[in-house]
């Protein structure tokens, strides 16, 4: 989805003009994900901004704002959350385009979505109909509705779906947060002044981000713009019927995917059902067999498995809660774990034991660096690795293995042109991710682990 989000815009070049790559605003610990998923969708050159902290969606927008206008430049920004299924993306550009000169004249510029059913999980946008025009005067806001109102609405024909997506100039957004919010306004400007490059990132200052209040886009300027006609801060509505979905919960994705006559929808190749309606069944590593369900979810992934009655998905945020105050990994990591050279995989671990898969991509090299508490094994699977073991420096291949000792300096190494993978074994007494002393970093870690 967020391959999806980031080249959404391709095509428009010729009538919108744009950036050379796109602006991303993520947490710190996402940056290698991030990175590493925009190679994937062939995106060069993008702009990533960290966030030391959640703080929502109206200081992300506007820490990206404050660098958008950092070159004197004042550019049209259209914010899209990564989140979001587009299934008519010709549908979806037209509306950009819709957007783009009224966006252009400083005007603030919203996209609703067309309801075809009284939908109850989304915020809904009441608008005043121009006749023969596609861009609309917003009037107001209304919270996620009970079924009657959703379908008063849906009636009505003047309320439209809040999607979330918004399109305007870089400093309509400032000048808008001068007049709601210049507390969360001066906290991001501070950290952006105090901001540093690190690699392809950019960090801002994290005191001055973390001092800032956390709040969305909608709740901290938005709407309350309809309400303040003297700002001079017009807030329009683009009608856009584009397959728009936001697939916030596990529901979402079942009504998005492809569904057989019984209402079930499979992700993954390895899925059995049988006597299942109006479910989904998710499996990424093993098999998933599935037999009378009905309006479930259920989700394999190598990290846990998830099942979960339809009705009850927005109420996995609790059992997310319930896993970080018992401090379990899982409710902030991935087994599976991006770094800049590549990522790696905890297969199996136990008493004095771990083992891990890892690929390292090609030109790319982890840190010289030791190890106080735990010794390594290595075997090549695919690949040449380059090896630096102490003094030592040597070519491991397929089918080939070395030892590292507990304090030993060493570095692993790709210099091939396809993907490296070994197999690690880690073995001691402690096995942690901070046992690491880096030695040599081109990354710029050695300050700490990162």
């Not at 973390?210 to 886009?217: L, T, V």
């Not at 569904?259 to 049988?274: I, K, M």
Request: aromatic share 6%; with cysteine.
């Amino acid at each position: 989805m967020l391959q999806q989000t980031a080249t959404r815009l391709h095509g428009l070049h010729s009538t919108i003009p744009q950036a050379p790559a796109p602006l991303l605003v993520c947490n710190e610990e996402h940056r290698f994900l991030v990175a590493s998923q925009l190679m994937d969708a062939g995106v060069s050159g993008a702009t990533i901004l960290l966030e030391p902290a959640a703080r929502n969606t109206a200081p992300a927008l506007t820490i990206a704002a404050l660098h958008a206008c950092a070159g004197r430049e004042d550019p049209v920004m259209l914010a899209m959350p990564a989140d979001h299924v587009i299934a008519d993306l010709a549908a979806f550009q037209y509306a950009v385009q819709t957007a783009y000169e009224v966006a252009r004249q400083g005007n603030v510029v919203t996209f609703g979505v067309v309801g075809s059913y009284p939908e109850t999980g989304y915020g809904y946008i009441r608008y005043c109909p121009a006749q023969a025009q596609s861009v609309h005067l917003v009037e107001g806001f209304t919270e996620k509705p009970d079924a009657e109102r959703a379908r008063q609405y849906l009636a009505d024909g003047n309320y439209l779906w809040n999607s979330g997506l918004f399109m305007l100039r870089a400093s309509t957004w400032l000048q808008a947060m001068t007049h709601c919010r210049p507390d969360m306004l001066h906290a991001c400007e501070a950290a952006m002044q105090a901001a540093r490059h690190d690699l392809d990132f950019i960090r801002p200052d994290a005191a001055a981000f973390n001092s800032s209040p956390s709040d969305s886009i909608d709740y901290a300027v938005i709407e309350k713009l309809p309400a303040h006609p003297e700002w001079g801060l017009k807030l329009c509505v683009v009608p856009m019927q584009a397959g728009w979905s936001d697939v916030g919960a596990w529901d979402a994705v079942w009504k998005v995917s492809e569904q057989d006559a019984c209402g079930n929808a499979v992700v993954g190749d390895l899925v059995l059902h049988q006597s299942c309606t109006d479910s989904l069944l998710v499996s990424s590593s093993r098999l998933v067999a599935g037999v009378g369900l009905q309006n479930l979810i259920v989700v394999e992934t190598p990290d846990a498995v998830l099942v979960v009655d339809k009705r009850c998905t927005q109420d996995i945020k609790q059992m997310v809660a319930s896993l970080a105050r018992t401090s379990h990994s899982l409710a902030h990591t991935h087994r599976k774990v991006c770094r800049p050279w590549g990522w790696y995989d905890c297969v199996d671990r136990g008493d004095r034991f771990q083992v891990k898969r890892i690929v390292v991509n090609p030109g790319a090299s982890l840190s010289l660096q030791m190890h106080q508490h735990r010794a390594e094994h290595w075997v090549v699977v695919k690949g040449v690795a380059e090896v630096t073991h102490g003094d030592r420096c040597f070519l491991l291949h397929e089918n080939e293995s070395t030892y590292i000792p507990v304090g030993h300096a060493h570095r692993l190494r790709n210099s091939g042109g396809e993907p490296l993978e070994i197999i690690e074994i880690q073995s001691g007494a402690y096995l942690g991710e901070d046992d690491i002393v880096r030695l040599d970093d081109v990354y710029g870690r050695t300050e700490k682990v990162q």
